[in-house]
């Protein structure tokens, strides 16, 4: 196909159609079919060569027997490779977005119950530490979105904090990110040594920030498994 969406046939160079539908090169191949059948060889190479490329033969029986499977091969599901069935059926898919989701649950309720306890939400005061200094910074948002069973512990800046003094930092660093503080049965305690929580702000107001319906939101569960294949997709591939 030619930039400008004209396809171009390989065979003739005509346009409107390809190779495969070449109604050129389908005459070609049906007068080669009929000279084998007037040989006496009804069923030769050319005539089953134009009956896979039409459907028929030329006594007008359906070759239903030269449709090869899709891609050649057994159709298997995406996600677990066993046969019968696709990802939007998949059984062991369903299991295993339910098991992130449950676990996902698990810590984003620990995570709500940490930010009221510490007091941490929109407008709580942080100092970190930079070149032995201390700068004073603002929580401003959070991205919570990027919360899930998987990503935790993978440090995410999930924390917007923006700098209380500009002329402290340098122009890129105004408005930057903090991983969540430690949080029992939640992530293992990866926030910098050389930050500090110095105002907290009333629990209410740190549970404030968190959106409703956030704890049971599964919206992540699509990205989270896209293009993604099972654990057992190898087994799988080769006993079913």
Same mark, same amino acid.
């Given at each position: 196909?030619? *930039?400008?969406?004209?396809?171009? =046939?390989?065979? =003739? /160079?005509?346009?409107?159609? #390809?190779?495969?539908?070449?109604?050129?090169?389908?005459?070609? *191949?049906?007068?080669? @079919?009929? #000279?084998?059948?007037?040989?006496?060889? $009804?069923?030769?190479?050319?005539?089953?060569?134009?009956?896979?490329?039409?459907?028929? *033969?030329?006594?007008?029986? &359906?070759?239903?027997?030269? &449709?090869?499977?899709?891609?050649?091969?057994?159709?298997?599901?995406? /996600?677990?490779?066993?046969?019968?069935? #696709?990802?939007?059926? =998949?059984? !062991?898919?369903?299991?295993? &977005?339910?098991?992130?989701?449950?676990?996902?649950?698990? +810590?984003?309720?620990?995570?709500?119950?940490?930010?009221? !306890?510490?007091?941490?939400?929109?407008? @709580?005061?942080?100092?970190?530490?930079? *070149?032995?200094? &201390?700068?004073?910074?603002?929580?401003?948002?959070?991205?919570?979105?990027?919360?899930?069973?998987?990503?935790?512990?993978?440090?995410?800046?999930?924390?917007? +904090?923006?700098?209380?003094?500009?002329?402290?930092?340098?122009?890129?660093?105004?408005?930057?990110?903090?991983?969540?503080?430690?949080?029992?049965?939640?992530? %293992?305690?990866?926030?910098?040594?050389?930050?500090?929580?110095?105002?907290?702000?009333?629990?209410? @107001? @740190?549970?404030?920030?968190?959106? %409703?319906?956030?704890?049971?939101?599964?919206?992540?569960?699509?990205?989270?498994?896209?293009?993604?294949?099972?654990?057992?997709?190898? $087994? #799988?591939?080769? $006993?079913?």
């Amino acid at each position: 196909m030619s *930039y400008n969406g004209t396809v171009h =046939c390989r065979n =003739c /160079y005509g346009t409107g159609h #390809n190779r495969r539908t070449c109604p050129q090169l389908t005459e070609q *191949y049906k007068q080669r @079919a009929e #000279n084998e059948v007037a040989q006496g060889e $009804d069923r030769g190479h050319w005539h089953t060569q134009y009956a896979k490329r039409t459907g028929v *033969y030329l006594d007008g029986v &359906k070759a239903t027997e030269l &449709k090869r499977s899709r891609r050649g091969g057994t159709r298997r599901c995406k /996600y677990c490779a066993k046969t019968g069935h #696709n990802t939007r059926t =998949c059984t !062991e898919l369903k299991e295993h &977005k339910t098991a992130a989701l449950v676990d996902t649950k698990a +810590i984003r309720a620990k995570i709500v119950a940490a930010l009221e !306890e510490q007091g941490l939400g929109i407008g @709580a005061l942080i100092t970190k530490t930079e *070149y032995g200094e &201390k700068i004073g910074y603002m929580v401003t948002g959070f991205h919570l979105e990027q919360v899930n069973s998987e990503s935790i512990n993978h440090n995410p800046n999930v924390i917007q +904090i923006t700098a209380l003094n500009p002329s402290q930092v340098q122009s890129y660093n105004r408005v930057t990110g903090i991983p969540l503080p430690p949080i029992e049965g939640v992530n %293992d305690g990866s926030w910098n040594t050389n930050t500090e929580l110095v105002g907290p702000v009333s629990g209410s @107001a @740190a549970v404030v920030t968190i959106p %409703d319906g956030w704890v049971e939101d599964g919206g992540f569960l699509e990205a989270l498994f896209e293009d993604r294949q099972s654990p057992n997709w190898s $087994d #799988n591939r080769y $006993d079913y």
